[in-house]
């Protein structure tokens, strides 16, 4: 006999509430198939986002049993409690309707931190070489492969506090573009990060780095943002 | 407790903030007393001798327990954010909580 999971499903905006489907249980089953099902045999109406499927683009995010998480690859079997999922959307951010919420002011916090590239050089100059063992590229490097899916962002108590706090994933970007020989704007990037609302307003709980999907550790980036703008830091 | 917060280094959060907080309530009383020495010696002994009542050692039990977890976790905090290293460093969270322990059963031996 086939197992059926009890899942329940956030409907509606800001005042939504819970609904109950019940799904069958598969084998390597992720809670994005649980929520596609529902779409597609239960609830044609249910609005949420997803693309890649595969942790790639970052659009799946959603709270599940509580915990923000990247929900194409996270199995069922690993976070359902007694046969139970509660869906959510993510939390910090405004719902817009079911599981998807407004994107918006979070990537509007990565340009507040100073998160967009800047360059001097055109194509037709020659490409400057970047020691790929250089302490500043392995830093870039191991803060760099962010999928934007705003999980540390839900996760954090500080943006649940403080509305003009950047949050962690704008100052994990931050600190990749301070490791980065060919970022022009350096002098930008200090003060948007040193602004209200910036790398000081971190409380260093480590909710982030506790819920990114893909092992960044935005606490730490933060960390070292604080100290290389202090004056036990590199001057650069 | 919200549960994404449920981790060591959330923990280790908490109890520097919470110890800092009850510290920060207990000050004025500290001062109050210290005060009593500068013109009211008579008070500041009569003080003194009720404070050597077990339960009121107790409660300094209590506050020098604050005091190592506010220290302990203090410092986590300092090397976090200003030693060259990423990571959260659970291990850190441990030392703190052990260091903290440690100093209030050596309290505890002395007092008694
Ligand atoms: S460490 Fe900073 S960014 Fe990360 S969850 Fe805590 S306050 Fe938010
Ligand atoms: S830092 Fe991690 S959790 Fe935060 S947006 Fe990037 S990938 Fe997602
Ligand atoms: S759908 Fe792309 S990361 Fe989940």
């Given at each position: 006999m086939t197992k059926i999971l009890t899942v329940k499903i956030w409907r509606g905006g800001k005042d939504g509430t819970l609904e109950s489907y019940s799904v069958p249980a598969?084998?390597?089953?992720?809670?994005?198939?649980?929520?596609?099902?529902?779409?597609?045999h239960l609830d044609a109406d249910l609005s949420y986002r997803f693309a890649c499927r595969v942790g790639m683009c970052g659009s799946c995010a959603m709270t599940v049993n509580g915990v923000p998480r990247w929900t194409c690859r996270t199995h069922v079997d690993k976070v359902s409690q007694d046969g139970q999922l509660i869906i959510e959307p993510l939390k910090n951010l405004e719902i817009i309707r079911d599981l998807t919420t407004d994107m918006v002011p979070f990537f509007e916090k990565w340009e507040k931190a100073g998160g967009r590239f800047e360059g001097k050089q055109s194509r037709a100059d020659k490409i400057t070489a970047i020691d790929p063992d250089s302490k500043k590229r392995l830093a870039a490097s191991a803060a760099i492969e962010c999928i934007n899916c705003a999980v540390c962002y839900s996760g954090c108590d500080t943006v649940r506090a403080r509305d003009d706090y950047v949050g962690p994933a704008a100052l994990n970007r931050a600190w990749s573009l301070f490791n980065d020989e060919k970022h022009t704007g350096q002098?930008?990037?200090?003060?948007?990060?040193?602004?209200?609302?910036?790398?000081?307003?971190?409380?260093?709980?480590?909710?982030?780095?506790?819920?990114?999907p893909v092992d960044l550790?935005?606490?730490?980036?933060i960390a070292s943002l604080k100290r290389s703008y202090s004056m036990f830091g590199s001057r650069s | 407790m919200r549960q994404s917060s449920r981790h060591t280094s959330y923990f280790a959060f908490l109890g520097h903030r919470l110890s800092g907080l009850a510290l920060a309530l207990f000050l004025p009383f500290h001062f109050l007393v210290l005060g009593l020495a500068l013109d009211q010696g008579n008070r500041l002994d009569d003080f003194l001798k009720w404070s050597d009542?077990?339960?009121?050692?107790?409660?300094?039990?209590?506050?020098?327990?604050?005091?190592?977890?506010?220290?302990?976790?203090?410092?986590?905090?300092?090397?976090?954010?200003?030693?060259?290293?990423?990571?959260?460093?659970?291990?850190?969270?441990?030392?703190?909580?052990?260091?903290?322990?440690i100093a209030g059963v050596l309290f505890l031996i002395r007092a008694f």
């Open positions: 598969r084998k390597s089953q992720t809670v994005l198939d649980v929520v596609t099902y529902i779409q597609r002098r930008k990037l200090k003060k948007s990060v040193k602004a209200d609302g910036g790398c000081y307003t971190c409380h260093t709980h480590a909710n982030c780095s506790q819920s990114c550790d935005p606490a730490g980036s | 009542q077990p339960l009121v050692k107790m409660a300094e039990w209590g506050l020098v327990g604050l005091l190592a977890i506010h220290l302990a976790f203090g410092l986590r905090l300092l090397m976090l954010e200003y030693l060259p290293w990423v990571g959260q460093r659970k291990h850190l969270v441990w030392l703190g909580g052990g260091f903290a322990a």
